[in-house]
Structures are given as C-alpha cells and as structure tokens.
C-alpha cells in the first residue's frame, strides 16, 4: 500500500535538519534567511531632520504676521547641528540636514523668493512643516526585524542604516546532487545512440542556486560497489543528497539496497503520485544526512525536488513557505488514486491567475516543462476538478 | 511643467542600450536571457526508449493467445541496442534502455509472475505500451528554446541534453552605485549625531544580484571637484550609474550641472509622481552611459530602481516585463497631478490577491518598506479608487 502524497510531505516535514547559522557580508546576505531580531541602534531618523531644501524658522514670527525673514546662514546635510540666535531671521536648510536649535518649521524654495539676503514667503506655512521628526519612524532599541525572515533589498538598507557588517543567517545545506545510470554521459560528450547527456543533476545544482546554494554533483555508474563507495563519502560530508535515477523495479536499481547498507534509514519509498511515484526518502541513522532519491525522469525528478525538498529546505529554516493557487481554465477529471501534478502556462485574468494545462508526452518529456510557468496539485479520487476551481500552484522560476 | 509618471517611463525605455551577448559556462546561464535560438540536436528520445522495468516482447505472440514468454537475456539502460532472436521469447528490460529490435511493447513487472527463466502475463497488455517513442517529444533540428527566454532550472535539463557546455546570453550591464551626501558615513562607522550610515547603495547593489548583476560602489562627496572627477571615471567603465541624492533644489546638489558638464545630456528631470518627484535620468553623449539619478530618500530610491531601471534593464534584453495587478482592499483617493506609488501587503483571496496600504511615514520611513511585499501604482486625477479596483503591483523581492 503506498502512501499519499499529503502523508509523504509530513513524513518529509517531520525529518528537517536543524542547519545552524553564520554570519555573512552584509551583500551576500540578500536571500538568506535572518537568524537575529534587529533593533533601532537609535531613533528613526536619529534627529529632527529637513525633508525639503529652503529656510528653516521659528514659527512664533509667522504666527505674529511676519512674511520677510533674514538670512542669517545655511546649514548643510552632514553638518553638526547648529542654532538659529536671531528668532526673527532664518537659516538656508538642505534636505537631510540637523533642524538647527530654536526652528521648528522648514518652508522649501518653491514657496519662497530670495532676494538681498532675505527670504520672503509667498505661501501659507504650517507649524512643523517638512520636518521628519527625530524617532517619528521608530524609538531605538525597537525591534525592526524579527528573526526567520527572508531578507530582500528593503532589509539591506536597514541593515546597512544600523550598521550591520556581518549579518546572521540561517545556514544553507551543504547539497550534493548525484546522477546514476550507465546511460548518461558528460554534458561536453557526443552521446552514442544508446546513450543522452545527463541534465537531472545539472538541472537541480541550477535550481539550489536560486535557494543560494552551490552544489557539488556527482555521477555514479549502475554498479553496486561504485555507488556504495561514492555515496558513503557523500554521505560523510552532505547534509543532503538529491539523486535521480535508480529507484524503479529495474535489475541495477540498487540504490534503496545500498542506501540501507549504508545506514540511511528509510522513511518511505513509492508516493501515490503522477509524475514521480517511485520516490525513496530516508535519513543517515548516525550522521542524518539527509537523502531525497528521486525517479530517474527528468519531470520526475524536477516536479519531486519542487514539492519535497524546497518545503523540507523552508522548514528546516523555520519558515513559512507560501502556497499560491491558481484557477483552472479547463476540467479536470482525476478518478485514480494519484495526485497529479500538471505543468500549467498561467495568465493574469480579473479574478486572478488562470491556468491552461501543457500538453504532455508522458514523465521523460523534459520539453513540457519548458513551456509551463509552473504546475498545478490536483488531488486524488474528484469526480471533476471544474474550470474555475481554485488549485495549489508550484511557479518554476 | 513636469512630465508624467507615463512620459517618464516612455522616455526611459527609449534610452536602452545594446548590451551585447557573452558565452557563459552552463550552470551560470540560470536566471540569465538567453540569446540564440536551441535546435534538438537529435530526436527527443533519441531511441525508443523503456518506460518500465519488465520485460520487451513482440506483440505479435500476445495477438495469437501466447501468455508465456520463455526470457531470453536483459537489456539494460546504457547498452547499445540489442536484438530479440526469437520472437516467441522476450527480453528482461529495464527503464531508459533502448527497445530492442523484433519487440514493440513493454511489460511492467507488477504485470507479470517469473519463474523458471519464464515470464507469465497476468494483466492485459496493449500493443506498444510503456515505450517512449523516438522523436514524439520533439524531432531532431526542431527549435526547442528561443532566444530571449529567461533561464530557469527546466531551460538547463534543455541545454544540458543538448550539449550546450556554454550558453550564449544577453550581457548583463557594467553597474555603479554612487552614494552621495556629506552626512553619510560607512556601515562599518559609528555615526556623529548628525550623520547617517549609507544604505541606498547597498539596497541597489542587493537589488542589482537578484538580476545577476554585481555592481560596483562609490561614496561621493558633496563637493563639486570630488563629483566631477569620480564620476568621470564611473562614466569611463560602466554601462549604468544609479545615483542616489544631490538632485533636489538643494545648494549643495550639484548633481545635475556636474552631469552635463561631463558630457551626460539630460532627458528629463523631475516627473509628477510621488516618492520619487526629483528623479534626473540622462545619457552620455559619446560613451552612452545611462545615468538613473534618484532622490537621496530611502523610499524614492527603491520605488524609482523598481519602476524605472528594471523596465529599462528587461528592455534592453529585448525581454517583456510581466506587469502584475492587485485587488485594492480599500478605498483609495489621488485627486493630485501625481503618480502615486504606496507599499502595500498582499494575501491571497479567492479572486486573486488583494493590497492592504502599509502605514507610512513620508519618504524617509524605509522600515514602511520592510513590512510591505511590494507597491501599488495609482494614477493621478482619479477621484476614488474604489475597494477591488485592479491596479499595477510591483512585487519586491
């Protein structure tokens, strides 16, 4: 009895690593994962700061009906903060710049005229205006950042603004992805006709670098000793092997055999799915790497590394990975006992995403893929899924 | 009188620049454009290919009532083709091998009982099953993957089965981010009270790696000599300078008189639209250097390097830019001349996502940013913008 798709999932959820952290340069630090809470070193902005280029002043002259106020100097963005003595006159103010000590208003050049040295205001002032007061954002010591989320270019700049050097992040696994199979020759070599270049390892080191992993890759020949040999160091220093080939039924299908020779523990092998039902999952007893082994074709192996390991990857990171849903422009009929995953080209339509099935030639046609933005979920034993129905989306981006 | 949002944006994509293409090793070709048209360089399989493990056969035996099959030998994947003698025998066969001449149909082992080198047929078995024909993914010579395509994970498995040890691509453009400003210090200093750290510099150079693309930087101070000569230089090497600060009203935003005096001809400068108002964009009349000139704030920075110099950047890789829309969660009222861009949350509701505003505090308030997932884009001169209006998304990842 095989288990579902829904039971794989938790089992691989259930099976995460706990990656530890490292700090790393500020710049690389984009699309990692923040493993610290980011206070406000100070107040946001750390003084009362001018929004506009103009004159700042002291209200209490505009209040009593003056219009016309000397210019008594100029204070630049990047100055100490300086003060206004005579109340009555002003101070030339750049953008940026310390609100120097007695203003309390910044009026910007387009509503005054400048001339002899003194500035006259040709457009109603309000008390307090163009002035970003000091911790109006937030209070230092308020947290910023909260621990767990992905940091993007919005993150740098606080982290840059609190002067973070070293950043700590959630670490990345250390990833191997290994292609097995007589069949497959180097990607630089003409095939013979019995043979095609591998693509599945090359294929996953691609996609683990949008995640900010570098994976090392191996190809191992169908034969028993070579791949004990080879996995066992792999095993020693990975905490993950993806690999892709060597799961079916087939007489060199050793890899469950060795695996388990080798003490990865199995959690489940075979999923009620389509593509990618021959799926063997399991775990290194005492070194808990831990091992995805994907069916040989190429859907296969790309639609399993969607749906398992990058929620594994997200889990094992303590975070929350998004489920988007699209809305199906066909029926759908899934009377068996698999969940089906369908390569979908989506458009953008008044009520959402709406996606259109890509014809498909069976789990060996790599083409589909390149025509889908993504694939759809759909469940096992529904009658019909109606155009219409809202469904679960993988984006392949 | 300034230009619009619309005008703007106009003016920007008709400034792209030729990149030109470079060869890039396979791996590194993900999330880059490719430039030249992929040719199947042989059928897609290449050979009739096993799509189980079992045994092959001539269904001819089948048609005329035959149930056992005498076996006799085994083919596995990566052997050259082989030949079934006797066509009252079959072949053990395992996935990814090549079908064997004088068979036509695959039997999967859950199907059949072996015993005694003889394999007996306990299912139905349709003519030509569980073979993957040669060719009926794709024919060899057939344009698999056109130029301008952006490289996923699915595009690599293309290029790797096809040989494509290097991949030719658009050319990512030589980018400098200039920092300007006397009261920015590094991240790495401690800040006077009336300094900053720098931060627009690094959000765009984090920005920048999400399009592959790792830019140089530079701090500059607001003297009039320093600019002149450090952006001559930065003019000389790149093909972009994104620039934040120096292009306000202000005394000290030299800025624009620097850029023209060094042969930079200005196309516009302000647009109605706000954040982002003083944006001064232009191009070097001999080198053609594109010079994004933002408003030093935080928020204008980053709104403008997202809704600018991306079209920009995807223009000149000759690469539409997929424009997303939301559902607003509320009303909204811009009887202003001015674009307005606000940040916004986004959650997935059954009629495709909807905009919640982020609480923002003016221009200067990046941590606005932090808890916003992108911005929405509001056209000036409109009385109300009603809850559910579908408006333009820009997503910040």
Redesign the interface.
């Known amino acids: 009895m095989m288990i579902t798709y829904q039971e794989a999932l938790e089992s691989v959820l259930r099976t995460t690593l706990d990656l530890g952290l490292e700090k790393v340069p500020?710049?690389e630090s984009?699309?990692r994962i923040l493993a610290e809470d980011i206070k406000a070193d100070r107040d946001?902005?750390?003084?009362n700061?001018a929004?506009?280029?103009g004159i700042a002043l002291n209200y209490e002259g505009i209040a009593q009906g003056v219009s016309i106020f000397k210019i008594d100097g100029?204070v630049?963005?990047?100055?100490?903060?300086q003060a206004l003595v005579n109340t009555n006159a002003c101070l030339?103010i750049?953008?940026?710049?310390?609100l120097p000590e007695n203003t309390d208003t910044v009026i910007?050049?387009?509503h005054i005229t400048v001339a002899d040295g003194v500035a006259s205001i040709q457009k109603e002032v309000k008390r307090g205006q163009n002035i970003?007061l000091q911790g109006?954002?937030?209070e230092e010591g308020t947290v910023?950042?909260k621990s767990g989320i992905k940091i993007?270019?919005?993150?740098?700049?606080?982290l840059?603004?609190?002067?973070?050097?070293n950043v700590l992040v959630y670490r990345v696994p250390k990833v191997c992805t290994v292609a097995t199979?007589?069949?497959?020759v180097s990607?630089?070599?003409?095939?013979?006709?019995?043979?095609?270049?591998?693509?599945?390892s090359?294929?996953?080191?691609?996609?683990l670098?949008?995640e900010q992993i570098s994976a090392t890759t191996v190809h191992i020949a169908?034969d028993k000793v070579a791949l004990k040999i080879a996995l066992q160091t792999a095993i020693g220093v990975n905490d993950v092997l993806l690999l892709s080939?060597g799961v079916?039924?087939?007489?060199?299908?050793y890899l469950p055999e060795v695996l388990e020779e080798l003490g990865v523990q199995k959690i489940f092998h075979k999923v009620a799915q389509q593509p990618g039902k021959p799926f063997w999952f399991g775990i290194h007893r005492n070194q808990k790497t831990v091992v995805f082994s994907f069916p040989?074709?190429?859907v296969s192996t790309?639609v399993n590394y969607y749906v398992y390991f990058i929620p594994w990857l997200y889990t094992s990171w303590c975070l929350e990975f998004p489920q988007?849903?699209v809305r199906l422009a066909n029926d759908y009929k899934n009377p068996t006992s698999l969940t089906k995953f369908i390569p979908v080209t989506t458009v953008?339509e008044?009520?959402?995403?709406v996606a259109t099935f890509v014809n498909q030639?069976?789990?060996?046609?790599?083409?589909s893929?390149?025509k889908?933005h993504g694939f759809v979920c759909l469940a096992p034993e529904k009658e019909t899924f109606k155009a219409g129905t809202?469904v679960p989306f993988t984006e392949?981006?």
């Open positions: 500020l710049v984009v699309h946001f902005p750390p003084f700061r929004t506009k280029d100029e630049s963005a990047g100055s100490p903060r030339e750049m953008t940026g710049a310390v910007m050049y387009e970003h109006s954002d937030l910023i950042l993007r270019a919005a993150e740098i700049a606080i840059a603004t609190v002067g973070k050097v199979g007589n069949e497959l990607v630089a070599a003409t095939p013979a006709p019995h043979q095609i270049r591998m693509s599945n090359i294929m996953l080191q691609a996609a670098k949008g169908d080939g079916s039924r087939g007489k060199y299908d040989g074709n190429p790309f988007k849903y953008q008044l009520d959402g995403l030639n069976g789990s060996g046609d790599m083409v893929l390149n889908a809202l392949t981006v």
